[in-house]
């Protein structure tokens, strides 16, 4: 509201210290790989994706096809970087539904404690109790299986994560004295929890939501893999794992491809949340 | 003088009545019903304008619990806080939001009192944004004058709390206590956190700006030294009652309650070759039930057996004076326990 200038941590003195930390900046360039292969599939591939070419399957490695071909005869790589879309896809949805919706149903318990307090978290402790493939299943039941389905899966699975998080940490800024202070100016519940509690947790909500980002990214892999997610011709990570198992023996490398690039992801974005919260904490701000 | 003003020399800035605020414990089993702290037992005090209450006592005295139902942050369970003839606990939530202006508030810790995630410039402009909306100009231009008044500089407006030792910290909530130019303020241990050197400061500060705005304060504090300095009248507390007040050369040069007195054989003398003597410790007595007599029979040397059945009333002693105890007088009777008569407990010019 007022000057803005002359940051805590100036903008400058953050990106200097980002640059130092070594988990962030790894962390950083993994998820700018797979965004950058998200994003270069859109405009871009070596090969069609979706185009089949039975004549060319099984191929290995060479210079026409780079990472060789899968039993339908599409291009690894292809398959890859239009997988990388799904994944992006999934994971910014569904962490964002859990991550607007969880916050607000936190907030709002740490808010108003008492019964409304009781029953959001019940409610989240109920929400939390059915694993997400679970309820994919549940839902692949009623809306019948693909994107739609594993991206609402995952985001309700989000939301109690979200929930319990906000509620903890937003609990503990309510019983700082500055909302005290707050409340003698003459502000109301919802004021303080926009003007004082939010910004005060937002960087514990930042890491939680990269965190959180990588298992969404774990739960669209195996809700492919089931075959609840991502439908065919789509391809997505999962997928191409699911399609790999039956030839684990005769070429096990179309698994290793997608599930490296899984776990690069997951790897990347742990590695990017592990440094976001050491660059955010404002006691190792103060530092320096 | 006009009718307004004859009303403010009469009614009093704050007056307290008979004040109970009694918190429910959480329930230790399902059958009995939860046990309950009363934190407040009967409250009665009033300040005039300009004028200085000093509150005393022990941790679970009911100190802060006072100053926040005086802060009008709790409901209290029964009695009543008007503030210039207004009863806070009764007025409209919007209307008590205006009446914030007139008293404001400085909190014991001034590491956690201040948001560490906003600018000096907001911290100290919360009680006017509160409100309304100043364009942002005039907002500035009020904060660097209370923050100039505070003895901190115009440069220090876009800083952070933290870039602040303990001493400013302080001086920054004082300033957005005084940015609304309040009649009252409450303040809840303000130095107990500092060193004693920037105590002396921050209580000094607090003079200052009361000669020169006329400020009245409500200063909690266990520190007998500090309301010695500060205040014009000294109310102690014990067990959610008053028990003594008056005047601090009455209070602490005469004491005519046993626990004051107690008080201020506690309060640690640098004398070079002095032996202390260790008191035995005494079990605090509860306050989660209503017993007969007098609350601080069990702790007292002089209690007989009717300080154990009736329960003393606060009494006046001499016209500044009153007590809470049967025996004031032989209370009053016994030698002093400094040497010298009252002295400053803080020698003035710091």
């Known amino acids: ?288 | 003088m006009s009718t307004a003003a004859k009303m403010s020399a009469t009614t009093p800035l704050l007056e307290v009545r008979d004040l109970v605020q009694r918190y429910t414990l959480p329930r230790e089993s399902l059958l009995r019903s939860p046990g309950e702290v009363l934190a407040l037992n009967g409250v009665s005090l009033s300040l005039m304008a300009g004028q200085s209450l000093g509150i005393v006592g022990e941790s679970g005295s009911g100190k802060s619990t006072l100053a926040r139902l005086i802060m009008a942050l709790e409901k209290p369970s029964s009695g009543s806080v008007l503030m210039a003839g207004r009863d806070l606990h009764c007025v409209s939530a919007d209307e008590l939001r205006r009446a914030r202006r007139e008293f404001q508030m400085v909190f014991q810790d001034p590491y956690g009192s201040l948001d560490p995630r906003q600018t000096v410039a907001r911290i100290v402009a919360e009680p006017l944004t509160a409100l309304e909306n100043p364009d942002r100009e005039t907002l500035r231009v009020r904060v660097a004058s209370v923050l100039r008044q505070v003895g901190l500089r115009d440069a220090d407006i876009d800083k952070y709390p933290h870039e602040f030792s303990g001493g400013q910290r302080q001086r920054i909530a004082i300033a957005r206590a005084l940015i609304t130019q309040p009649k009252l303020i409450v303040a809840d241990e303000p130095v107990s956190a500092l060193d004693v050197s920037v105590q002396a400061q921050v209580l000094n500060l607090m003079q200052d700006l009361q000669e020169q705005f006329g400020l009245s304060y409500v200063l909690i504090s266990h520190d007998l030294a500090v309301v010695d300095y500060l205040c014009d009248e000294v109310a102690v507390m014990y067990l959610g009652r008053i028990v003594e007040r008056g005047r601090p050369e009455d209070l602490f040069g005469q004491c005519a309650h046993p626990y004051t007195r107690a008080l201020l054989d506690a309060v640690p003398q640098a004398q070079a070759g002095a032996v202390r003597r260790r008191r035995q410790s005494v079990a605090i007595a509860s306050q989660s039930f209503g017993s007969a007599g007098c609350a601080y029979a069990p702790r007292c040397p002089l209690a007989d057996a009717h300080c154990r059945e009736v329960a003393p009333a606060l009494r006046a002693l001499t016209a500044h004076h009153s007590a809470a105890c049967h025996k004031a007088e032989s209370v009053m009777a016994l030698p002093p326990l400094v040497s010298e008569p009252h002295q400053p407990l803080v020698s003035k010019p710091l």
């Open chain 1, 1 to 288: 509201m007022i000057a803005q200038a002359g940051t805590a941590p100036a903008p400058n003195a953050f990106w200097r210290r980002a640059l130092r930390h070594r988990s962030f900046v790894v962390g950083a360039l993994l998820c700018l790989l797979v965004l950058g292969a998200a994003l270069l599939s859109l405009v871009w591939t070596p090969w069609s994706a979706y185009e089949i070419d039975v004549a060319s399957k099984l191929r290995p490695p060479s210079s026409a096809h780079w990472l060789g071909t899968d039993v339908l005869g599409r291009d690894i790589v292809s398959l890859l970087l239009v997988g990388a879309r799904a994944t992006i896809l999934v994971g910014i949805i569904a962490v964002g539904i859990g991550l607007t919706c969880g916050v607000c149903l936190g907030l709002i318990a740490a808010a108003q404690r008492g019964w409304t307090e009781e029953v959001i978290m019940r409610f989240s402790d109920f929400t939390f109790a059915f694993p997400a493939v679970l309820s994919a299943i549940m839902l692949a039941a009623v809306i019948g299986p693909g994107m739609v389905t594993s991206i609402t899966a995952i985001g309700i699975f989000q939301i109690p994560v979200f929930v319990r998080v906000t509620r903890g940490s937003a609990g503990a800024i309510w019983a700082r004295e500055f909302i005290l202070a707050a409340r003698a100016a003459g502000k109301g519940r919802v004021r303080i929890t926009i003007e004082h509690v939010l910004p005060n947790i937002l960087s514990i909500l930042i890491v939680q939501a990269t965190i959180q980002f990588a298992l969404a990214i774990l739960a669209e892999a195996a809700l492919s893999y089931l075959g609840l997610g991502t439908q065919p011709p789509q391809p997505s990570w999962g997928r191409m794992l699911n399609d790999a198992q039956t030839l684990l023996f005769q070429s096990p490398s179309l698994a290793v491809y997608p599930g490296a690039a899984i776990a690069l992801a997951v790897l990347g974005l742990n590695l990017l949340g592990d440094g976001l919260r050491d660059l955010l904490d404002p006691r190792l701000a103060r530092q320096r």
